[in-house]
């Protein structure tokens, strides 16, 4: 089946400071990635649709100068989280779609970040 | 707009003992719904895609049925290792191709 990656697993940093997690299609090509975050024993709500070359589409609510989102190639994705403060704290997974129709979204493992 | 409800929210299930979830939808025309699993502090795992009423696909000791209405996750003699959360996505053909998601059914299987 479709592998997608992220890296890394797990992040703790000092607020003020910013975070870059990486999302890769392992293989296949991914023309849109999409990033949620999940909150614990909540699902996954979608932060922004990012699409190969274009600007990433964010959802009602998130900051899109907080978190930057580059999805320079077909089979990586980045979401930068910019001056990160405790209330960033989260799991953050990312997902991609495989091309054709079949809409399928395979998602990553998952980042864990603690911001202190 | 589009809603995705999720029952039960917890179950708990002695090994062998055969169950349903259910995902119940309002969605303005399905493109498609999703079934993943997910293990703690870990990302999503596929299982199935459904794309129209009566469609029916199994995996091992899964299987999951679409209506227009809901979809059922039946586990067939559930054994410890099945203890997961299943989530039920779904996807409209208007809007953004994003994934909608219930807020789960947490399973526990006791050997």
């Known amino acids: 089946g479709a592998v997608v990656s992220q890296h890394p697993s797990r992040v703790i940093c000092k607020s003020g400071t910013s975070v870059k997690i990486e999302c890769r299609s392992l293989?296949?090509?991914?023309?849109?990635m999409f990033w949620y975050r999940q909150f614990p024993k909540q699902s996954l709500m979608l932060m922004a649709t990012?699409?190969?070359?274009?600007?990433?589409?964010?959802e009602q609510g998130v900051e899109k100068d907080k978190f930057l989102i580059n999805h320079a190639s077909l089979t990586l994705s980045t979401l930068t989280v910019t001056s990160a403060h405790p209330e960033d704290s989260s799991f953050y997974i990312c997902?991609?779609?495989?091309?054709?129709?079949?809409?399928?979204?395979?998602f990553g493992p998952g980042t864990r970040l603690t911001v202190t | 707009e589009d809603q995705v409800t999720q029952s039960p929210e917890a179950l708990r299930l002695q090994e062998g003992e055969s169950s349903s979830l259910n995902c119940s939808y309002t969605v303005s025309g399905l493109r498609g719904l999703f079934w993943y699993r997910q293990d703690p502090g870990k990302g999503p795992e596929f299982l199935f895609t459904?794309?129209?009423a009566g469609e029916e696909k199994e995996k091992e000791r899964l299987k999951a049925t679409l209506t227009k209405k809901e979809s059922f996750l039946h586990i067939t003699a559930p054994k410890p290792e099945d203890s997961a959360t299943y989530l039920c996505?779904?996807?409209?053909?208007?809007?953004?191709?994003?994934?909608?998601f219930g807020t789960g059914t947490r399973l526990t299987v006791i050997p």
């Open positions: 990012s699409n190969e070359g274009s600007k990433a589409t964010y």
């Open positions: 293989d296949f090509q991914a023309t849109t």
């Open positions: 996505a779904v996807q409209a053909w208007t809007g953004a191709n994003n994934l909608f």
């Open positions: 459904l794309y129209s």
């Open positions: 997902s991609a779609r495989t091309p054709g129709q079949s809409y399928e979204q395979y």
